[in-house]
């Protein structure tokens, strides 16, 4: 044990001289044997919140507008994953919200009743992850900031203010692509999983972040729409946006979602 403790604090000064925060942040979020202060895999089941507190938010004040089930995918998965392609240019031409419901249900909405699961893998089926839309130019829907219930497959409306100024000053100069429909905004709850596996925990959530990420972009290929992934945005002015701390709900990555150009 004590030959492990010098081993991991000889490291910790190896990546402190580095001033390698990606570095240190792997090195603590490792899972070791044998040491106290490794995540606690092995957890008191009695110990697991409330499914309705750890697995969603909900906003019950706000208007709630139901979404149209998933409609069948014409395109089979190897032409999906062969034809994917990352788009930056769109036609301002608008995406139906039968198109928007079906990449949400087909990305993360609840596929049991009574069950958290989602269609991604999550670390001990905790998804701590929650999606904000942002809606632009989507035939059915509203302009404004919007939140997906992934239980009852509906959009809670957090305000109806047209998005576009607000984006344009979210994301880095130039990277906010013209005729876009929307922005999905996918945020993490790091308490959500961090009470059972600690800091491995915030690696955990951003592979999950790259899973319901693909399936998005996977759906809307085979609408014939596109989409491009940034991470290119001021982190605070989002938090501010979507009216969360940034604390323990923090913004890990966009999506912009489009009718491309014909190629």
Known sequence: MNQIVRQFEHIQTQLAQKESH??????????????????????????????????????????????????????????????????RRFTNVAVTLEETAGQLALSYRVTKPGSPHRPVPSGGALY????????????????????????????ECLSPEPPLSTLQHIFLPDTLPPGAAYVICICGVLPRNQFKYGELGYRLMLLEAGHLAQNILLVAQ???????PVCGFYDDRMHDYLEVDGVDEVCLYLLVIGRPYST
């Open 22 to 87: 990606a570095s240190l942040f792997h090195e603590q979020s490792k899972t070791r044997p044998n040491v106290l202060f490794a995540p606690p895999v092995n957890f008191d089941p009695a110990l697991l919140p409330d499914f309705s507190r750890r697995a969603f938010k909900e906003y019950r004040l706000a208007p709630r507008i139901s979404l149209p089930e998933a409609q069948p995918l014409p395109v089979s998965l190897d032409k999906l994953i062969r034809q994917r392609r990352t788009i």
């Open 128 to 155: 701590p992850l929650e999606i904000y839309l942002s809606s632009l130019n989507i035939e059915g829907l509203d302009q404004g900031l919007f939140h997906y219930h992934p239980v009852y497959h509906a959009l």
């Open 222 to 228: 085979a609408q014939s729409l596109a989409g491009q």
